[in-house]
Nanobody
Framework: EVQLVESGGGLVQPGGSLRLSCTASGFNFEDYAIGWFRQAPGGEREGISSISIHDGDTYYKDSVKGRSTISSDSAKKIVYLEMDNLKPEDTAVYYC?????????????????????????WGKGTLVTVSS
């Protein structure tokens, strides 16, 4: 059974940090890329970051670039998203998703072209609330 399980969400003060985890099982991790999405209250789900498990290539949306780091641990089949300097507008449910990926086209092209509707597997999400 394929599973993606997010963890690490919670209540964080503005300016704080957190690390989200996405634990995968049931598929060949190395053949996939993992994306992080978020959906704010009343908003649409947006892709904010992605990583190719095979070669470590990464992508960040401008809204999180410079204050986020995505990484993977192939042995544990976990992808992490560390976020610093959190802002109230980062409040959202954060989801991870997996899509089958090969070195071409570039990760950013593939990830953006697939969008919300093209992912193969989804987790159920973890809530992040940034508030004082």
């Amino acid at each position: 059974e394929v599973q993606l399980v997010e963890s690490g969400g919670g209540l964080v003060q503005p300016g704080g940090s957190l690390r989200l985890s996405c634990t995968a099982s049931g598929f060949n991790f190395e053949d996939y890329a993992i994306g992080w999405f978020r959906q704010a209250p009343g908003g649409e789900r947006e892709g904010i970051s992605s990583i190719s498990i095979h070669d470590g290539d990464t992508y960040y949306k401008d809204s999180v670039k410079g204050r986020s780091t995505i990484s993977s641990d192939s042995a544990k089949k976990i992808v992490y998203l560390e976020m610093d300097n959190l802002k109230p507008e980062d409040t959202a449910v954060y989801y991870c998703a997996a899509f089958r990926y090969y070195p071409r086209p570039p990760l950013v092209v593939r990830f953006l072209s697939l969008g919300n509707t093209g992912m193969d597997y989804w987790g159920k999400g973890t809530l992040v609330t940034v508030s004082s």
